[in-house]
């Protein structure tokens, strides 16, 4: 699983929103859809999915190198369409020893369980990318009390599986306030932005481009409406994952994003909860250019 490819993968943010993308995919689903088939055309079939989500949590990181997976239903009150649906793909237990011998190599203290499943961060998404659940997942669980900047190394650590044919991927939120639309007057799925959110995705996507790897990592401060879009960190967390695989350097140092990143999908529904898409690292252009830019 180590062989080395000679066209890298992009390390991918997608953003999963609720459980409800399942059933109501909206546009982001037929983005999902377009980005496997574009992962496939432009770099081939990914040998294995590193995946992390932030419904699958521990107080460190933890490998799951089960054989084979299941749809986990980690939610509670939504129409019973929803727990119908399965996607059990295989898992990647013989790539688990690699991926915990690169967090250690970057001083990232891991452990392994052969539990198996994947929560809805991880299933919603590649149900919609590649159907056909052939391909290998190894989800690996987020740690949610370290800081943006613990999860950019954990995603630095684990670049080199961009050359090996396995995609790293972090599935999350563009903002996640579900106190906004669980509110009195729930908005629509198809509600007008939000002026807040529409400014925090914009500064994001502002930093991305420009490769502002220390603005990224102090955005509590520094983006618009931190707070409001992000109440907590953990929705946001597995962005630094994908940008840290798909970047270079270290803290401090200029043009530390390399390429730099690329939004592939610019969403919003309810108003407020973003799905936006990024692709970071050297194979981030060229996927940008299959699936026609940003939609």
């Given at each position: 699983m180590d062989k080395t490819t000679a066209s890298p993968l992009p390390a991918l943010f997608v953003s999963h929103g609720s459980p409800m993308l399942a059933l109501e995919p909206g546009t982001t689903?037929?983005?999902?859809?377009?980005?496997?088939?574009?992962?496939?055309?432009?770099f081939g079939r990914p040998r294995?999915?590193?995946?992390?989500?932030?419904?699958?949590?521990?107080?460190?990181?933890?490998?799951?190198?089960?054989?084979?997976?299941?749809?986990?239903?980690?939610?509670?009150?939504?129409?019973?369409?929803?727990?119908r649906l399965q996607y059990s793909p295989p898992g990647a237990p013989e790539l688990a020893p690699r991926v915990r011998g690169l967090l250690a190599g970057g001083?990232?203290?891991?452990?392994?369980?052969?539990?198996?499943?994947?929560d809805h961060g991880i299933w919603s998404v590649l149900r919609f990318a590649w159907p056909?659940?052939?391909?290998?997942?190894?989800?690996?669980?987020?740690a949610p009390g370290?800081?943006?900047?613990?999860?950019?190394?954990?995603?630095?650590?684990?670049?080199p599986l961009l050359h090996e044919g396995v995609l790293?991927?972090?599935?999350?939120?563009?903002?996640?306030?579900?106190?906004?639309?669980?509110?009195?007057?729930?908005?629509?799925?198809?509600?007008?932005?939000?002026?807040?959110?529409?400014?925090?995705?914009?500064?994001?996507?502002?930093r991305v481009a420009a490769g502002d790897h220390d603005a990224l990592?102090?955005?509590?401060a520094r983006a618009p409406h931190a707070a409001l879009m992000h109440p907590s960190d953990e929705h946001w967390l597995p962005f630094y994952i994908a940008a840290g695989a798909g970047g270079r350097g270290a803290p401090g140092v200029a043009?530390?994003?390399?390429?730099?990143?690329?939004?592939?999908?610019?969403?919003?529904?309810?108003?407020?909860?973003?799905?936006?898409?990024?692709?970071?690292?050297?194979?981030?252009?060229?996927?940008?250019?299959?699936?026609?830019?940003?939609?």
């Open positions: 689903g037929p983005f999902l859809q377009r980005l496997g088939r574009g992962i496939d055309r432009r294995a999915i590193v995946a992390v989500s932030p419904h699958t949590a521990a107080r460190a990181p933890v490998v799951l190198g089960s054989a084979v997976h299941h749809a986990v239903h980690d939610f509670g009150g939504f129409p019973e369409a929803l727990y001083g990232i203290e891991s452990t392994a369980s052969d539990d198996a499943g994947l056909e659940a052939d391909i290998p997942v190894l989800p690996i669980a987020l370290q800081p943006p900047a613990a999860q950019w190394a954990l995603g630095a650590a684990l670049a790293v991927l972090g599935s999350g939120s563009a903002t996640h306030n579900l106190g906004l639309i669980f509110a009195a007057a729930r908005p629509a799925a198809d509600a007008a932005e939000m002026a807040e959110s529409r400014a925090f995705r914009e500064w994001v996507a502002d990592l102090d955005y509590r043009g530390v994003l390399g390429v730099a990143g690329v939004r592939l999908h610019d969403a919003v529904t309810y108003g407020c909860l973003g799905t936006d898409a990024y692709a970071f690292g050297d194979g981030a252009a060229a996927l940008g250019e299959a699936l026609g830019g940003a939609t």
